[in-house]
């Protein structure tokens, strides 16, 4: 399992300067790695359930401890604004929580009544899971799989973002000093072009990625092929409908924090607006207000409230999705500029006059990019909404409950919200459809997917 001798660089998204660089794993030390992985798993199965949710509860402790050096690591390496950062850490210690106190009623033994005496049904781990895991939430997405891996009794290898690679470290160390065993956790420094063999090595068990749907196929192709478990949380472009009689005004309002937060980097973000006509003039007036008075700037402050995207490749892309858009005829009604800082920022843009020909609307928008489209009526809008190969979220507003739980129903996504924020939750799976990628996590289907749904059958009950 080789690796080309390079490193692994973090560039400061607000700056454009790099920060520091580290040396990849050999091979010799990702064999290290996977072998102690395996030892590790073994006992960790083995670690009595109190005790693996006791360590996730200490895990939540040291996160919260240390809480100012874990956002000031997210805000360095990947731009999020510090107060964002805050809040995902804080996230993650509810996470480690979440499982800690409701595993044991999600792990149980349950009774299945059969031709037997006796029968039931047993979750035992699997082994060793490989996490890929992305930069644009490096704590959460991370803490959202290996809390409910951990806790079922799996060891966990986490190969993170190229770009994120402290926080990787950050993590391990956090792990580590909450007293989980050696090698239980552990991280493994490595580019994306070694994940194919350390997928198809034995003592990898199962492999969750999140990450671009293209990076899903190959991640997918290769488990397939090795007769591995997988669970894949890929892109999304998200629609957000709002009828006319919706709560405009709050409907502008969380548009706009859905679209922006996190420089808009976000797989659930509201992507796509599909508006009823009749109201749309006056959602689109109040959605460009809302993203004209985002402050924009040094994420490290607490008045920022968007920093820089991630990459200058990815305002590289923002920015020709703009340009193609507004080619087609679509409207640009805000921002789309480079503002006068150095660093990779782009003013939050609003595009109206958006149709379903159109970059804006067809692709995954990764970036401070809202695209406004038009409908007749309510049936046109679900049309509009499904009109995606994506099926991550969305979002409905309307001023009737009942009509939002049919509309609901009509949405072929993984979740919908209604009158809120489209977001995930530890209480709530999640997950999406078609090019969303498929499996579940969070919630107890979370935890059961990387477990052995085991059927013991018992002649007689003696």
């Known amino acids: 399992m080789a690796t080309e001798v390079a490193r692994l660089r973090s560039v400061n998204p607000a700056t454009g300067e790099e920060i520091e660089a580290f040396d990849i794993a050999r091979a010799d030390a990702i064999e290290s790695r996977l072998a102690a992985a395996a030892a590790a798993a073994a006992r960790w199965r083995d670690t009595p359930l109190q005790r693996r949710t006791d360590l996730l509860r200490a895990l939540a402790g040291v996160l919260r401890r ?24 804080e996230k993650c210690a509810f996470c480690c929580e979440y499982f800690a106190d409701n595993a044991e009623g999600f792990l149980a033994d349950e009774q299945a009544p059969s031709d037997s005496a006796a029968s039931l049904v047993r979750l035992e781990p699997l082994g060793v899971l490989l996490a890929c895991m992305p930069w644009n939430f490096p704590y959460w997405q991370v803490f959202r799989s290996i809390a409910p891996a951990l806790a079922a009794g799996n060891a966990v290898v986490l190969k993170h973002a190229s770009n994120v690679t402290r926080c ?30 350390l997928i198809a090595d034995p003592r990898i068990s199962a492999v969750s990625l999140t990450g671009s749907t293209e990076a899903g196929r190959k991640v997918a192709a290769v488990a397939g092929e090795h007769i591995k478990k997988c669970v894949l949380e890929l892109g999304g472009s998200d629609a957000f409908i709002v ?32 508006v009823e006509e009749s109201v749309a003039g006056d959602f689109e007036e109040q959605l460009v207000q809302h993203a004209q008075r985002i402050n924009l700037g040094d994420p490290r402050r607490d008045e920022t409230q ?3 995207l991630a990459r200058a490749d990815l305002r590289d892309t923002v920015e020709r999705q703009l340009r ?14 480079r503002p006068e800082l150095p660093g ?18 067809i692709e ?29 979220g969305g979002n409905v507003w309307t001023g009737d409950h009942e009509r939002g739980l049919s509309i609901a129903a009509r949405l072929r996504t993984g979740g919908v919200f209604i009158n809120g924020m489209t977001h995930s939750d530890p209480r709530l799976p999640f997950g ?19 477990v052995n749904v085991k059927t013991i059958w018992h002649a007689d009950s003696g």
Request: with cysteine; aromatic share 8%; glycine share 10%.
């Open 306 to 308: 968007m920093g820089p």
């Open 66 to 89: 240390d809480l100012t050096v874990h956002a000031a690591t997210i805000t360095a390496e990947m731009g999020k604004p510090i107060t964002e950062a805050r809040a995902e850490v």
């Open 168 to 197: 990787g470290m950050r993590i391990e160390d956090a792990v580590r000093e909450a007293g989980v065993p050696d090698s239980v956790f552990s991280f493994l420094p490595v580019p994306a072009g070694t994940v194919a063999a």
């Open 364 to 392: 995954e928008t990764f970036g401070p990019l809202a695209a406004v489209t038009r409908v007749r009526d309510e049936a046109e809008a679900v049309d509009v909404a499904n009109h995606s190969q994506f099926g991550l």
């Open 243 to 274: 009828l006319a009689d919706a709560d405009i005004a709050a409907a502008a309002q969380v548009g706009a924090r859905s679209r922006f937060q996190n420089a808009g980097q976000s797989c659930i973000a509201a992507k796509r607006f599909i």
């Open 324 to 337: 193609e858009s507004t080619a087609r005829g679509a409207r640009l009604r805000s921002g789309g500029t």
């Open 432 to 450: 999406g459809v078609r090019e969303s990628g498929y499996g579940r996590e969070l919630h107890r289907f979370g935890i059961h997917e990387f």
């Open 344 to 361: 990779f920022y782009l003013e939050p843009a609003v595009l109206t006059d958006c149709d379903v020909s159109m970059p804006a609307f």
